[in-house]
């Protein structure tokens, strides 16, 4: 009873961020195990679930939209024509509608068309305002065809494709004619009108005026090159981007393009490419290793799988490879050579000393990287390699570059034992910091010698009690209490 | 109209069963601007265009807008005008629907115009009767899509291709939002001012229902932009001269990179966390199921379910509206004290003793029960944030959050980030933290930066060298170039660093982040009283121009104030706003000497990870 007190208490006390604690002065602690106590008291009053609003488990208002996709298309698609239309798909005993030749101009599609699929001339459509296609405008007055085929100004005509309505740009044939109308867009901000005008510039300009023309105008600039990114035309896209010098947007843009290539081998060869484009300095660092990364990981990928096939390796048979090591990022693949070729001498592609160097990780990295492999294979003498340093006495020291706490997390965190977490535990220089993971993980001896050290009896007292009756550790406290050489500070 | 009519009356009687679709928007009317206006607006558009469009019919979602359009109209409305099915879009072919047409309701996007086109060439000619297609693009109608349609050979199949201009829908009483989810990433980034055009259109929209907004301000390139485009087309359609009483007295524009901190930090408001832990999208937040398991009498054995809790949130639920925006650390102290009301008044039953007193104790159950499964929720909710809150992790990172914040260690490379890299913690977490150090150093020397790039690239993958570079590009992460880092001093200026801050019973917005003012929400307080001319150094360093317009009103509409009245200003927010920066904007609201009530609007609704995520390169290889 007493116990769960102080535990509930720890619970609602244990934040201990100063500006954002739970508890502060206030009225006290179980504010809301209060309310969930009255909540549930009242579950047996009230009949449950009547909520006023019906809800679905998942907690749609029933009738809400998306509830009701799955309502009806659930309906729909238990037929059995629902069922077999899935698996004709693709088929080709319906014939398709017949693709567009591409002769169309842009202008066409500003023009209606009826349905049964023939284009109609836009005097036709003036003709048979009736047809289909015009319906939209229907609800429109009259009058707003009436100047159909007078000659608009650049103004007009952005005007009204503003509002979505039919326009030939076909007209605009001079240069200047183009760009004022590009201009015109350009000034009402309209991202749909300024886009749709580079379409009809882009196909009707040449491409040294078009870019030209655009340097200038950097609102439009910007809006085709989002628009040639948006529609994937890539060579036009780097043309555009070469042409007004933007070598880093280049290169990043084409490196971008690795990511479609699954092929590791084909990505390998597409990532050599990029080394030499121009990118900035420390990306093109980075570019490059990247490329030999990937060389490496196929080398290994290779070699490894060789090896688990033909199951002579005891590694690999112990612990299965999970996963490729194909497009991993370094550290994991650090990890991954410290898992399996821990031992192989810096010569060899897969072993960590070489990868180390290659990329120059730096220490702590490798450290880290190091500890968590072997601890996982619950190597406990690679762990203690991995600290120990000799000087030129050819004494022995223990080091770690990543502080000694953070080892014992690791270590924990991978289930080693006491005897292996307390020889780090007892490395942790501040005695504070290591009193508490002691305490917190158990190795009582680390506890017992460092209140001796500090010559406090009392702790040490009251530590006794918390350890198993008749342990050792009960009997090593005694001794030392009963040390008369010691001088205790209480 | 019969039909119509006829939807209106059902409407009403949805009301009187109770909580259903049509009293859902009874939150919209509460504020000081009635946002319900603007919902009916919209759903007198969506009505005319499915009229125009006789007969039964199918609607194929793009399935993003599935949730917006949620907040406009429920099922029943679209079924009152013959909609008969809806599906999501998808590729392949349309399922079978014995209807006469078929709507796709879609973004412009490019990628869904060839899911379209898929669709319609599948179409089985032979079998199924001839259906009509359409196609209602939201909030625009684009060219460049019609195009797309047009190369791929179904544009002619269309009868009507139309827009519907959702520019800005109504989140809440006072909040409005475009649901524009790459509008930063566009605005910032590519450049591309179409969701800025989008915005000024939806402040026109705005103005023709609630009159002129006679002032303006603004700060940053965007919102120069949004206000040039106002006053454009205020001209250009000299038929829009209204006549309406103006509602709003200002209009603040503020660009998000005016104050890229806010988002970075971690919200500690109710809301907030919510969003912050398990995102809210649309109003509504799926969380883990354990916790609102039912627990009945005898059923103690019965499985778990499953399937996340799904629960809207919004200021028509009364307890929500009254907790929402504390901080987290006052939330435990009202939910006690509702608990307490709540269980007396259930008490009440014992002393009921006539006939009167029991039909009385009974006409009040159903509000009292509502009550009472309010707080259960929010009991369980609130216990599920305390579970993060407490964890050592979110401790350590808000502590690294507030040094960065509060202008300590910002040059260095940081033990905690470093570590965090080590244990791969999710990247997101970790480009929050280097961006918000860097935002609060004016940017990173270039040791620092070199360092975090190249942990990051180790440890994630060089393919994140993209996105590096995008955050760099809109500025979040930067090398230092100027010897001098600014942030002290506007930290100073404007008091974005509070020390003693009280969560309890706020002074001061900065209870929001629990020491941290956001800079945005600051400049909107500053505007009110005592005017920018106060800040004009600060803001100068800050990026974009600031600026002042006036919008002529006809004599008569021209406000005479009451005395004691306040005024109303509408903060629009150009790439993002988060919820912890609105429950600031609201606390001024609130204020009793205030003067100044608030009405929010934004492209979209952020927080720092959704936020840096729209800004992150897609790493997923296309799906083929």
Known sequence: MNRMKVDEEEYWHSSKCKAFTFDDDDDELSQLKESKRAVNSLREIVDDDDDLEKFSWSGEPVGSISWSIKETAFSSSNTPEGRDSGLQKGSSSHPALP????????????????????????????????????????????????????????????RRMQRGKICSLERFRSLREKLELLDEAVSVHDGNVITAILIFLKRTLKREILFQELEVRQVALRHLIHFLKETGEQKLFLDLLRFLDRTEEVALSQYREHLSIQDAEKRREFLKGCIRLPFSSEDAVHVQDHYTLLERQIIIEANDR??????QSEIFRKYPRKASILNMPLVTTLFYSCFYHYT??????????????????????????????RAKLRAWHDVDALFTTKNWLGYTKKRAPIGFHRVVEILQRNSAPVQVLQEYVRLVEDVETRLNLAMKYKCHDVVVDTYRDLKDRHQLMAYRCKVERGSAEEDKIDSILSNLQIRWKN | ????????????????????????????SSGRVNLTALREAGRRELREFLDKCAGSKAIVWDEYLTGPFGLIAQYSLLKEHEVEKMFTLKAGRLPPADVKNIIFLVRPRLELMDIIAENVLSEDRVRSPLRDFHILFVPRRSLLCEQRLKDQGVLGSFIHREQYSLDLIPFDGDLLSMESESAFKECYLENDQTSLYQAAKGLMTLQALYGTIPQIFGKGDCARHVANMMIRMKREFPGGQNSIFPIFDTLLLLDRNVDLLSPLATQLTYEGLIDEIYGIQNTYVKLPPEKFAPKKQGEGGKDLPTEPKKLQLNSAEELYAEIRDKNFNAVGSVLSKKAKIISAAFEERHHAKTVGEIKQFVSQLPHMQAARSSLANHTSIAELIKDITTSEDFFDNLTVEQEFMSGIDTDKVNNYTEDCIAQKHPLIKILRLVCLQSVCNSGLKQKVLDHYKREILQTYGYEHILTLNNLEKAGLLKLQTSSRNNYPTIRKTMRLWMDDVNEQNPNDISYVYSGYAPLSVRLAQLLARPGWRSIEEVLKMLPGPHFEERQQLPTGLQKKRQQGENRVTLVFFLGGVTYAEIAALRFLSQMEDGGTEYVIATTKLINGTNWIKSLMEKLEPPPF
């Open chain 2, 1 to 28: 109209m019969a039909s119509e009519s006829f939807a209106e009356s059902r409407d009403r009687g949805c009301h009187v069963i109770g909580r259903a679709w049509r009293g859902m928007a009874a939150h919209l």
């Open chain 1, 99 to 158: 693709k567009q030749a591409s002769s169309y101009s842009i202008s066409s599609f500003f023009k209606g068309r009826n349905k049964l699929g023939s284009f109609q001339s836009l005097s036709d459509a003036l003709s048979d305002t009736g047809v289909k296609s015009y319906a939209p405008e229907l609800r429109r007055p009259k009058a707003d065809y009436k100047d159909y085929s007078s000659d608009w100004s650049p103004k007009d005509t952005v």
């Open chain 1, 306 to 311: 060789h090896l688990e096939a033909a199951g």
């Open chain 1, 344 to 373: 192989e001498g810096e010569g060899t592609f897969s072993s960590p000393t070489n990868l180390k160097k290659t990329f120059k990780i730096p220490d702590k990295q490798y450290v880290l990287t190091a500890l968590a492999a």
